[in-house]
């Protein structure tokens, strides 16, 4: 008779609240900016509150996700639109067209929108630019300011008659300015009303960014300037934001050319005798021209007064 065989006491782990708890704030603790802190806490509250509300949900197999989740892009047209519509006499007006410019021509998050102030808008090397913006993580960065943003700009500045501090401010329903500043659902609410004046649904201030970051690329930009204006750490991180696709209408191994005299009914290898290759021919665009007859910088966004 063998020896009788003891089945492993297998215990099927349940989480708990406090496993749950823990690993928040191992989540939390590995966060430097105060912002995604916020943003990921408040994520992981509701998903806790959901977690312990729903009996058995644990032992549901979660969704296998293959590539990345995409994100909304509006075009070159659909933006000048938005800013179009949102143009206006009034000094909120004028602010929201403003905010919309800089977060469609400088990719700003919503959090350094609102956090930008008037000391930071400096001259450098000829151009106007935001200066030592401090982004998500602590990194530093110099955003260019085009020159259809620097316009919306000074309008609204000069309108509101801001002389230090924060850029933008709440406007009273009197069109008074008040305040030292303007929260980030400020942004959210402008965002998503002046798109959907044109008829763009679900468009967050995020979205915007990536339309910047896009319409560069679209533009003739190289991919290590985008991921300076953007201040990413991860290039990766860039080539997610420009959602590139596989364009077989102009294909990038068509821009050159490695000729050879090669005959198509030489295919003995006896008599076929090859020629010295000429030199490599580089068939590169000498100016790359965009939708609106120039660069997408370059051409002011035509504003229509109501």
Not at 267 to 277: D, G, H, I, L, M
Request: glycine residues 8%; proline residues 4%.
């Amino acid at each position: 008779m063998g020896k009788q065989r003891i089945k492993p006491n297998y215990r099927r782990r349940v989480l708990r609240l406090p496993d749950l708890d823990h690993s928040k704030l191992a989540v939390l603790n590995g966060l430097t900016s105060p912002a995604s802190r916020r943003v990921y806490e408040y994520a992981i509250d509701q998903f806790i509150a959901w977690y312990c509300s729903e009996a058995g949900i644990s032992r549901v197999k979660g969704v296998k996700q293959l590539g990345f989740r995409s994100g909304n892009w509006l075009s070159a047209e659909q933006s000048s639109e938005v800013l179009k519509r949102a143009y206006g006499a009034s000094l909120r007006a004028k602010r929201d067209y403003a905010m919309l410019a800089v977060l469609f021509g400088c990719g700003l998050r919503r959090s350094e929108l609102v956090g930008l102030e008037l000391d930071e808008v400096q001259m450098r090397q000829g151009h106007w630019a935001v200066v030592d913006l401090v982004g998500k993580g602590g990194h530093i960065r110099t955003v260019p300011i085009p020159r259809w943003v620097k316009a919306g700009l000074d309008l609204w500045i000069a309108e509101a008659g801001i002389t230090e501090g924060k850029i933008f401010r709440a406007v009273a329903r009197t069109g008074k300015v008040w305040g030292k500043g303007i929260s980030q659902n400020v942004v959210w609410y402008v965002v998503k009303t002046c798109c959907e004046r044109v008829g763009l649904e679900h468009i967050a201030p995020h979205d915007l960014r990536r339309t910047c970051a896009k319409l560069c690329h679209s533009s003739g930009g190289e991919l290590e300037q985008i991921q300076f204006l953007l201040g990413h750490a991860y290039v990766q991180t860039t080539e997610r934001y420009l959602g590139c696709k596989q364009n077989l209408g102009h294909p990038v191994n068509d821009l050159f050319d490695l000729r050879m005299s090669v005959q198509p009914h030489e295919t003995s290898s006896e008599s076929a005798a090859v020629e010295p290759s000429t030199p490599v021919e580089m068939t590169a665009r000498q100016e790359i021209e965009c939708r609106h007859e120039g660069s997408e910088h370059d051409q002011p966004i035509s504003l229509c007064h109501r």
